[in-house]
């Protein structure tokens, strides 16, 4: 292969060559097999010590970590542990190339290269201000008619909050959205509108804001938080 051109070079753009796809492609099982034997060096010094690259999705960082950490370096104090935070598409990618070792996603991933394993189930609630606190609770139809604050496209938490209400992506529909639950519940205390948030965020995220909270009517929406990890031997599981 010695001489041969991966590269073309334009005016403005470089592209790969046949050869150069095929160079990458075998480069990246190359360093997916280095990646893989230091997993299995790190397997070697315990069940859990070492480096340990951990991903986790926005809407469960901020609230299951703190915890989770402090009562896992304590338990195994050999980890050298590594977070990213980032939405499940990002984590799912960096998995499949070796850049995280496992991941805290909203399951079903369904992804043949990755193993899942189911943590727990948590409801979503309603946030609407606190005027409506004595108003019944909306069903998915009524919260069609309603001004719904969402995450950006992107986080999967959208799209479970939207297929709960029935909404499809190509409704014509004004949806207002924010970077983060902690802004979609502030919106929702100026009265800009409602929002669907997981259980696990209402502690934190309602305590300073002039909103309130309800429980929907069975079947209530919810979601299955789920470890998942590249299936391989090596992967120290």
């Not at 069940?47 to 986790?56: C, I, Q």
């Not at 108003?135 to 009524?142: A, E, F, L, R, T």
Request: glycine share 6%.
């Amino acid at each position: 292969m010695a001489g041969a051109k991966l590269v073309e070079r334009g005016a403005r753009t470089v592209r790969l060559t046949a050869i150069g796809e095929d160079f990458v492609a075998k480069a990246r099982q190359v360093l997916l097999g280095i990646d893989e034997l230091e997993d299995l060096m790190r397997a070697s010094q315990g069940p859990f010590a070492g480096r340990f690259r951990l991903g986790v999705i926005p809407t469960v960082a901020p609230y299951l970590l703190p915890d989770t950490i402090s009562a896992l370096t304590k338990r195994f104090p050999e980890i050298d542990l590594e977070l990213r935070e980032s939405v499940t598409k990002s984590l799912v990618a960096d998995l499949l190339e070796s850049r995280l070792d496992a991941a805290i996603v909203a399951l079903p991933i369904s992804e043949p290269a990755l193993r899942e394993f189911a943590l727990f189930q948590e409801d979503f609630v309603l946030v609407r201000s606190c005027n409506d606190d004595d108003k019944p609770v909306p069903s998915p139809d009524m919260l069609k008619t309603m001004r719904l604050l969402l995450l950006e496209e992107g986080h999967c938490f959208r799209d479970q909050a939207l297929s709960f209400c029935e909404i499809t992506k190509t409704q014509p529909r004004q949806l207002m959205e924010g970077s983060s639950l902690s802004t979609l519940v502030q919106m929702v205390g100026a009265g800009m509108g409602v929002t669907l948030i997981p259980e696990m965020a209402v502690a934190l995220e309602t305590r300073n804001a002039k909103v309130s909270v309800a429980t929907f009517d069975a079947p209530k929406p919810n979601r299955t938080i789920g470890m998942v990890w590249r299936n391989t031997k090596g992967a120290g599981f």
